[in-house]
C-alpha cells in the first residue's frame, strides 16, 4: 500500500500531525505513488527558518532561502508563502507595507475580472461549477437544466443575452465546462476535493484566467498547475495570482496550433542533449519514434504531476524553481505585458560578482556562466534526459516501438526520488554543456 500523501513532521510543532490538506482518501491509498518526501531537520526550510529571513522592515535574504529549499524543500505550512517569492509574486527587496500593499491592489483586480466574468456567466463565483456546454458553437445559448449542479436552480448560465457574441466571447464560453469536466478528474484521491466549494474555487480560477489569458485560453493540463495553488493558499485571488505567474513560466508549453504544440521546443531540446551525450540511445529512440521524443511530452507539459504522488511533486517544483530562480523575475513580470520570458538574461550579474550569483538558483547560475539562455534548456528538460540516461540500457534493449518507451519511462518515474533525480539533472547538464563545448 502506497504512503498516504499526508506526512508527519518530525522537527516541528505539529510534529506527529498529517497535514490535512494533503490527506489522500482512504479507498484511494493504494492507487497513489508512493511518497519519498520527508521534511529533514537542517535541510528543509521550516517555519522559524522563513522568518528569520525577513529584516526588521521585511527584506528577504532569499539566497538563505533558496540554499535551504535546494537542500530539502519546504515545509508544509509555509508552502504557499514561500511559493510567491519563488514564482516572482513579490520582491525579496521589497517591506512587509509594499507587498501588502501590491497584495490588496491584486485582489481588488482579481474581483474586477471575477465580476466582469459573473456578469457574462452567473455561475462564478456561485459555489458551484459547470460540466456540460452553455453555448453551442455558434453562440447560441443551451437552454437545458441538466447544466446545472443543483438542478432546482433556475439561473441563466449563459447570460442574460448571447446575440452577437464575438469570437473570443464564445471561445470562452465554450471551455468553460471542459474545465468543469477536468475540475472533477484533477486530485481525485484528495479529500481536500471531496467539498465542492474547492471543486469550485478551482473552477473560478481556471475560468477568469481563460479569459483574461484569451490568447492561450484555458488547455488541459493547466488545472493540474492550479491544485497545489488553490490547496496552499485559502484565498482565491492570492492562488490565482500564484497561479499566474506558474503560467508566465509555462505558459508557452500550452500554446499550440495546426502544425505544432507548444512544448515541441523542449522536445527538440531534449533530443539535442541526449543526441550530444548518448548518440547511441537517441539514434535508437529516433528509429523507433522519428526522434521526436512525444513519450515525453505529459511530464514537461506539467512537470511530473502524473507521475509523481502529490507531495513529491510540490517538493519537486520547488526545488526546481529554487535551482532556476532569477532575482530578475519580480521586475521583469511586472513590466512585461507580453507574459513571456523573454529579457530574462538583462542586467545578469557578471561570473565574478559571486555577491549577486548567490541570489540567484544553482541551476540558473550555471547558465548565466555558460551564456545558456535558451528559455527552452529549462531544467525540467534536464531532468526528463537524466530518467531516459538512468534506464539507458533497458530502453535500448528492450524497447521496440513507442509504447515500450513510455512503459519503461513510466517505471522509473512512478518511483522517482525527485531530489536525486534533480542532482542527477544538474550532472546531465553539466555533461552535456562539456561535451557540446568539444565538438
Given amino acids: ?13 505539529t510534529a506527529g500531525e498529517v497535514d490535512s490538506r494533503f490527506e489522500v482518501k482512504p479507498e484511494c491509498q493504494g492507487d497513489v505513488p508512493k511518497t519519498h518526501f520527508k521534511p529533514r531537520r537542517r535541510k528543509t526550510l521550516s517555519a522559524r527558518r522563513w522568518q528569520a529571513a525577513f529584516s526588521k522592515d521585511g527584506h528577504l535574504d532569499i539566497a538563505g532561502v533558496l540554499r535551504r529549499i535546494q537542500r530539502g524543500g519546504i515545509h508544509p505550512s509555509i508552502k504557499g508563502a514561500v511559493w510567491e517569492f519563488l514564482l516572482g509574486c513579490f520582491d525579496p527587496n521589497s517591506t512587509f507595507d509594499e507587498r501588502n500593499e501590491l497584495r490588496q491592489r491584486r485582489r481588488e483586480q482579481y474581483e474586477a475580472w471575477k465580476a466582469e466574468c459573473q456578469k457574462m456567466v452567473p455561475f462564478i463565483g456561485s459555489g458551484k461549477f459547470l460540466m456540460t456546454p452553455i453555448v453551442t458553437h455558434d453562440g447560441q445559448p443551451v437552454k437545458d437544466p441538466s447544466i446545472y449542479n443543483n438542478p432546482g436552480d433556475n439561473n441563466d448560465a449563459a447570460g442574460s443575452s448571447d446575440t452577437g457574441l464575438d469570437k473570443k466571447l464564445i471561445g470562452w464560453k465554450l471551455s468553460l465546462h471542459q474545465i468543469g469536466l477536468d475540475v472533477i478528474r484533477t486530485d481525485r484521491s484528495l479529500v481536500f476535493y471531496e467539498s465542492e466549494s474547492n471543486r469550485a474555487k478551482l473552477w473560478n480560477i481556471l475560468a477568469i484566467y481563460a479569459w483574461v489569458d484569451n490568447v492561450i485560453g484555458y488547455v488541459q493540463g493547466m488545472n493540474d498547475i492550479c491544485s497545489p495553488m488553490v490547496i496552499l493558499m485559502e484565498n482565491e485571488a492570492d492562488a490565482f495570482w500564484c497561479f499566474e505567474r506558474a503560467m508566465r513560466k509555462l505558459r508557452e508549453n500550452f500554446r499550440s496550433s495546426a502544425s505544432s504544440i507548444g512544448v515541441q521546443s523542449q522536445l527538440h531540446t531534449l533530443a539535442e542533449i541526449i543526441k550530444v551525450i548518448d548518440p547511441k540511445l537517441h539514434q535508437h529512440l529516433e528509429e523507433l519514434d522519428g526522434g521526436e521524443y512525444l513519450f515525453a511530452l505529459r511530464m514537461l507539459m506539467v512537470l511530473f504531476r502524473r507521475e509523481l504522488s502529490f507531495v513529491d511533486a510540490l517538493y519537486l517544483w520547488e526545488v526546481m524553481w529554487a535551482m532556476e530562480y532569477n532575482p530578475n523575475i519580480f ?42 539562455t535558451d528559455q527552452s534548456s529549462s531544467l525540467s528538460v534536464f531532468l526528463v534526459a537524466s530518467v531516459l540516461e538512468i534506464k539507458n540500457k533497458r530502453l535500448l534493449k528492450e524497447a521496440k516501438g513507442p509504447d515500450d518507451v513510455v512503459k519503461i519511462v513510466g517505471d522509473v518515474t512512478s518511483n522517482l526520488d525527485a531530489k536525486k533525480a534533480l542532482k542527477d539533472a544538474l550532472k546531465v547538464q553539466k555533461k552535456y554543456l562539456r ?5
Fill in 1 to 13: 500500500m502506497c504512503t498516504p500523501a499526508g506526512f508527519l513532521m518530525k522537527n516541528s510543532s
Fill in 331 to 372: 521586475v521583469l513580470y511586472e513590466e512585461s505585458s507580453t507574459r513571456s520570458n523573454v529579457g530574462m538574461e538583462k542586467n545578469v550579474p557578471s561570473r565574478k560578482d559571486y555577491r549577486l550569483l548567490k541570489q540567484y538558483g544553482k541551476f540558473e547560475r550555471i547558465r548565466i556562466k555558460t551564456g545558456l
Fill in 435 to 439: 561535451k557540446a563545448k568539444r565538438s
